[in-house]
């Protein structure tokens, strides 16, 4: 496939790295596609990779994955143009962190809305799926978590969409998922995220995931 990621942070390149090593031809979008990073991450990724504008790479992408901060979400979408995302499977793994408070993190929306609402709102032909986003981008692929690797969290308003993440997710090492439905579902896993950071500062590391057991 040919993929296209829309932020170059490290979640953007974590994922980008994950489907360049899986034969997929991979474009990575920047404000500044030329940048030093951009260039190391591009001679490190072993596969097709290339880097480019948001909107070159909205439109390379068969399927995209929005990866940039919860705060450029916007902006990110404007620059990619909605037309160029028409029809395709959107990956959003954002979030609305809002460290305005220091320690106390909080979330910019909700908890009547979300990221995930907001771009299926604004790109109303796109396939949105809410995935990634309660991970760290350490695991996102080939996760090793100790006692096995948990089933990710999804939603989304399209089913034929969630099935062809869940086959990405299989690809890159993941058990499966757990559909939790329509994307209005994104409110409750965005929301999961600033539960995740106080975990992370107990516990000193930054490598967990919630589990969902059973008995």
Known sequence: MKVGILGSGEVGQALGRGFAS??????????????????MWQKQTKGK????????TAKHGEILVLA????????VLRLAGPP???????IDTTNALDDSQGSNLGLFIGPNDSLGERVQRRVPEAKVVKCFNTVPNTQMVDPKFAGG?????????????????VGILKEFGWPGAIDVGGIEGARWLEATVPLWVLVGKRLGRWDHAFRVVHG
């Open 68 to 75: 940039s901060l919860g705060r450029a979400v916007e902006e």
């Open 22 to 39: 899986r034969g997929h031809d991979v474009k990575i979008a920047s404000r500044n596609p030329k940048s030093e990073a951009l260039v």
């Open 149 to 165: 690797n948990p089933e990710m969290l999804i939603c989304g308003d399209d089913e034929a969409a969630k099935k062809k993440v």
């Open 84 to 90: 160029n995302m028409a029809g395709k499977l959107i």
């Open 49 to 56: 990779a290339s880097t480019g504008t948001f909107e070159e």
